[in-house]
């Protein structure tokens, strides 16, 4: 039994859900309007002020869809109403980021700078060394946070390079002379 699935998703003020065809779910809030396409085998149901998602029989892909369709409603409505952020660290002597109209320039020890436009629906800011993106979808943000971090890993040995902040990077020891 799918505990998540089952869990009816309150609406707070602000919010209007659409129930289009073919299992397409609109939301809309005051941070902006989401649109994503849902499984066809399970039934959607808008009551009052709640969202409810009930699947045709106990099989174990119906179970599985039932909570990934429930999760997937309930991020787009906290998306519309509190949106999502990210925030990335950077560490290491000479790397830094600034931000140029909508671009993320990132100097990373390359023999050039990293330019980075950002996506639709997705702002970047820099303070200092740390760079956050937000936004009010929650893949697109973690994506475009994933994609900024690939250009320079967190190394093992001194820890230099782009990590999420809060992010433990576990350390080795260098070499000693023996």
């Known amino acids: 039994m799918s505990r998540i699935g089952l869990k009816p998703i309150e609406l707070p003020e602000g919010v209007e859900v659409n129930l289009l065809d073919e299992n397409v779910v609109e939301i809309k809030g005051p941070k902006g309007t989401l649109k994503q396409k849902m499984v066809q085998e399970l039934t959607i ?4 002020s709640s969202i409810i998602v009930e699947r045709p029989s106990d099989s174990r892909q119906h179970k ?8 997937l409603i309930d991020s787009m409505v906290e998306g519309v ?17 600034e931000k140029k109209g909508n671009k993320l320039v990132l100097n990373l020890g390359y023999s050039h700078p990293v330019e980075m436009e950002d996506p639709n629906g997705i702002e970047t800011s820099v303070e200092k060394n740390i760079i956050t993106v937000t936004g009010i979808d929650k893949q697109k943000v973690g994506n475009y946070a994933a994609v900024i971090r690939d ?28």
């Open 81 to 97: 109403t509190q949106g999502y952020t990210k925030k990335l660290e950077i560490v290491g002597v000479g790397y830094k980021a």
């Open 45 to 48: 149901k808008k009551e009052e």
């Open 151 to 178: 250009w320079r890993k967190p190394e093992p040995y001194k820890g230099k390079g782009i990590k999420y902040e809060g992010e433990h990077i576990r350390r080795k020891a260098g070499k000693t002379a023996g």
């Open 64 to 71: 599985s869809l039932h909570g990934l369709t429930r999760s």
